[in-house]
């Protein structure tokens, strides 16, 4: 016996230099060896261990691997399933992240717990689920009885809100039928909806608006959702949109219009869609600062559409609150090719260095989050 109990002291200081995916691998190779150790060696594999790159146990790599066996060995011995790794994740976390569906549904099975994160600061397993892109993780979460209001301490995405900018349909319907907030707000207090009109998902839009979300939802800027249709020039969505009351001339924060924003992105035929509509928009319609869309389009270097707009009426030479024409703008920006075409009312196709990036604007207008 002496020399067994020497034989083990030395294998278990071989234990103490290896890391936890080499002893994993060793144990895998020599089962009948490593069952002489099974106490010794699984009271380690329950301890943290600093040569694991997440400080974790064996039941995080076990469940990370989707060993079953292993990890029902060591729930036996004594194992806790929502022990937390020095990153805070356990190992239900773990086998999501690696797309183990099956060891997933293990862990919930033997402790129904672990669908909540311990610790009210992180992530719960169904927001690491859909953040990972997770998503038959993500439904069966949800279908054993996950918080679908859950939201992330950082951001605040909810559950549905990764759904819906990433078209999962199933997803979305189970959340809502399971009570899922429509109205839920992230830190850019963006909606669910808000994030599909972004992803330019008409289905998932028509989905959201079927189940009661608010069309008229703005942002923290108060951007509401035309503003962000026509910034992509969706117009499918736009009429959408209005068909759930969406109002065509809701003006943002700073004044801006849907046309304001068409303009500034350079979205011509959503423009014509604003203008040609039941209720137009006034083609000079001026934002907080006393600028019109064609200020927007010129600000830009914008050729095309400026010289649209002006053909449908924009005045050129209405200034802004600083005194400013959309052709003292086109000059500031360093588009004199375009201040000569509005001035002078001429179609003339611009050169390519009338471009213009965002850099250069002057209206400080940026894309919705």
């Not at 099974?38 to 691997?65: D, E, F, I, V, W």
């Not at 717990?113 to 927001?127: A, F, G, M, Q, W």
């Not at 209001?149 to 809100?161: E, I, V």
């Amino acid at each position: 016996m002496p020399e067994m109990d020497e034989s083990f002291d030395v294998v278990l200081q071989i234990i103490d230099w290896l890391n936890p995916v080499e002893i994993y691998n060793l144990s895998r190779a020599n089962k009948h060896y490593f069952s002489l150790l099974a106490l010794p060696l699984t009271r380690k594999m329950l301890r943290k261990t600093k040569a694991s790159r997440s400080g974790g146990s064996y039941l995080h790599l076990a469940a990370a691997k989707g060993d079953i066996s292993l990890l029902q060995r060591l729930v036996n011995a004594g194992g806790d399933l929502q022990a937390m790794d020095t990153l805070q994740d356990t190992p239900l976390i773990h086998a999501i992240r690696s797309g183990l569906i099956e060891t997933c549904k293990w862990i919930l099975e033997m402790d129904p717990r672990t669908i909540k994160h311990p610790s009210e600061n992180e992530l719960d397993p169904l927001l690491h689920a859909a953040k990972s892109k997770q998503w038959n993780i993500a439904r069966a979460l949800v279908l054993t009885g996950a918080d679908v209001r859950a939201s992330g301490p950082g951001y605040g995405f909810t559950c549905l809100h990764y759904a819906a900018k990433d078209s999962q349909y199933e997803l979305a319907l189970a959340l809502i039928e399971r009570g899922a907030d429509l109205e839920a707000r992230n830190s850019h207090g963006s909606t669910p909806l808000a994030r599909a009109v972004k992803s330019e998902d008409e289905q998932m839009v028509r989905l959201l608006l079927e189940a009661g979300a608010n069309g008229r939802a703005t942002d923290r800027e108060g951007r509401g959702m035309l503003h962000l249709a026509a910034t992509a020039g969706n117009l499918t969505i736009a009429e959408l949109l209005l068909s759930f009351g969406v109002d065509i001339h809701y003006h943002d924060d700073l004044g801006r219009t849907s046309l304001h924003y068409a303009a500034n992105w350079d979205q011509e035929d959503f423009c014509a869609w604003i203008l040609n509509s039941k209720d137009p928009i006034d083609i000079n319609v001026a934002d907080n600062r006393g600028r019109t869309p064609l200020h927007c389009a010129a600000s830009q270097g914008m050729h095309d559409i400026s010289m649209f707009l002006r053909g449908h009426g924009a005045d050129c030479r209405q200034a802004d609150l600083d005194g400013l024409t959309a052709i003292d703008i086109a000059m500031m920006t360093w588009h004199g090719h375009l201040a000569h075409s509005l001035a002078s009312g001429e179609t003339i196709v611009a050169s390519s260095d009338d471009s213009c990036s965002s850099e250069n604007s002057v209206n400080g207008m940026v894309c919705p989050d």
